[in-house]
């Protein structure tokens, strides 16, 4: 029934991808992660009801016994309201508290649980997203969605609480008063279907265009040294001056509706104010209520439209969760890889390919086309081709990070041991992209990302291994510190600790991408032979390079 309400309440507009039943599910288990600090929050909120009630108590007791309509002791009861005080100050404190430590806790746990969703999705051959809105996503959405759940909820709770106890406050002392303070209720209740569905739409069309400046900044902080050398600086920055306009826009034509339905609802709480002043003013002047009676009043009338007011500014956080909830769904709806223990072959393997077609998802060209062949158990074979012959793509196959339209690709051991391609023998191979991949970060730290737990002389013994052994004359050895891409490395060099990388990790099938297209021709052949001397390995490359061919034993032309 709830449900129902709200989904009339949230009626979607016919562009969002999901019901408004879907997202809130979503929202319930997130809540779930961030229950104990959602709970904490509600319960200092309650707290604080309880004593902004007690206060105006305190008051009217206080204001009573001074202008003697009623007896006791006036210290004792302003000392009451100095309890009353400290308390509040308690609880704004803890508020606090919870709000930055704790906050600060639960965004980062949902960031970590999103990227490690992403990295075990599946890899569709062409990012769906770009990755300056990905980033946009992590940052912003996991924001709002976490501070909705553990802030946003907690306070409608408590502000909630607080309306209610105060409107029956009231109406036992003056059911008019009680009624004319929140006449302009149901018109706001009518109003609010219109108006969450226009923010939505206006609240979409923001992050949406925040997400593309974002990664309109990433691709040029990126890729700077390629614009100054196109000499475009004025161009990207007109074209994100361009970005940021159609952002500004989209945020101008929000705030004017926001403040537009803010102003009317104000207006109509304003009239409720004035008409409750006026009317206990008469009372009080016909000697009906006492002067602590008018002050406790007015305190209530405020306590109840000032919730209803924070309600009315919580309006906008649900609406933006929603939008929130959507663009993070949006990322977890690439399927997950599958899941489980690695399957480990014995050294050294092999891999079959059996009648194997490949399409990619966007396209219709195969790429692949019906191919069989047998990269056998310590073999060293070069994979040739035209460019855009689907090199490339037959190493996607073997990694499994596509998946054959048709065929079968097969991984064995000499045991006679045999699985089908899929993620979890991705722990027998090891991989060298193409180009710089290092990350930032020292040298030991790329090293260490294939094999966490390797010794400094494993180390030495790879770099050397992969002619690589300039880094220990570097001043700072293996902790040299190497930026985004390995910048403060030639090409050439980065390579090689790329290749020294993928040796440390030592899994039975090596594959090489143009892996030594940076290097010198004598570099190169000891480089070969460093690696080919490993009889245990299955090794693949892609090259065009003569001297590389030359070193194979197979060759696997494709294209043709
Ligand atoms: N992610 C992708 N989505 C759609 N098509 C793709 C994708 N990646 C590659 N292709 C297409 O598949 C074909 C083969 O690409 P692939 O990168 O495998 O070629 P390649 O032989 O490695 O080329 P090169 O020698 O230039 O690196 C090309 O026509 C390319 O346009």
Known sequence: MWTLGLKKLFRMPDNHRYSARVTLRWLWRAWRGNRRQALLNAVLGLAGVAVSLATVWAMQHAIDIASGASSGSLYFAVGFMAVLILCDFAIHISGVWIKNILGIKAQ???????????????WRGRERYHSGDVINRLEFDVN???????ETVPNTVSVAALFAGAFLYLLQMDSFLAVVTVAILPVFIFASRFYISRMRKFSRRVRHSDSHVQSMLQETVQHRMLIKTLECGRLMVSRLDSGQSTLRNHVR?????????????????SIGYLVAFLWSAVRLADGVI?????TAFLQLVYRIQSPARDLTRLAPAFVGVFTAAERLMELEEIPEEEQGAPVMMDSPCGVRLENVTY????????VIDGLSFDFTPGSC????????????????LLLALVRPVSGDISVYDATGR???ASPLLRGNFVYVPQGNTLLSGTIRDNLLLAKPDATELEMKEVLVKACADFVMSLPDGLDTETSEGGGGLSEGQAQRIAVARALLRGRSIMLFDEATSALDAETEKRLLKNILGDNDKTIIFITHRPAVIGYCDKTLKLGE
């Open 108 to 122: 980062n746990r949902m960031q970590r649980q999103m990227l490690g969703r992403l990295l075990r999705s599946e």
């Open 144 to 150: 709002t969605v976490v501070v909705f759940l553990t």
């Open 253 to 269: 034509r929000r705030t004017k509706f926001s403040v537009y339905s803010n102003l009317f609802l104000n207006s109509g709480f």
């Open 290 to 294: 006492t002067f602590g009676a008018m």
């Open 359 to 366: 399409i990619y998802d966007n396209g219709s060209r195969k």
């Open 381 to 396: 074979t070069a994979i040739l081709g035209e460019t855009g012959a689907g090199k490339t793509t037959l190493i996607r």
């Open 418 to 420: 045999t699985a089908e």
